[in-house]
């Protein structure tokens, strides 16, 4: 069983990234799932969650900017995250909605620069 995280990196305020959460041994369509990150020093939060018949939700601090997907053929949800913050930055984690599977991925490292 394995969550794998992508597409973070480097981008400048306001740019734009699409980080992309692959699974094996999940069937990630079969359960609500959700974008997580945490920053130095800070405790994880959850910032957007996608229900299992796709309705999102989203904490206010990405509200407007981020958009939680996912590709049931491909197995994946994806988190387009655009007009991005240097209070964004963080590294990202997927995994399941509120309760999490007792298993996370390495995750992925978003840095906004100002």
């Known amino acids: 069983v394995q969550l794998v995280e992508s597409g973070g990196g480097l981008v400048q305020a306001g740019g734009s990234l699409r980080l992309s959460c692959s699974a094996s041994?999940?069937?990630?369509?079969?359960?609500?799932m959700a974008w997580y990150r945490q920053a130095p020093g800070k405790q994880r939060e959850l910032v957007a969650r996608?229900?299992?018949?796709?309705?999102?939700i989203y904490a206010d601090s990405v509200k407007g900017r981020f958009t939680i997907s996912r590709d049931n053929a491909k197995n994946t949800v994806d988190l387009q995250m655009n007009s991005l913050k240097p209070e964004d930055t963080a590294v990202y984690f997927c995994n399941r909605a509120v309760v999490p599977f007792g298993y996370w991925g390495q995750g992925t490292q978003v840095t906004v620069s100002s």
């Open positions: 996608i229900t299992i018949p796709g309705n999102a």
């Open positions: 041994g999940i069937i990630l369509r079969a359960n609500n």
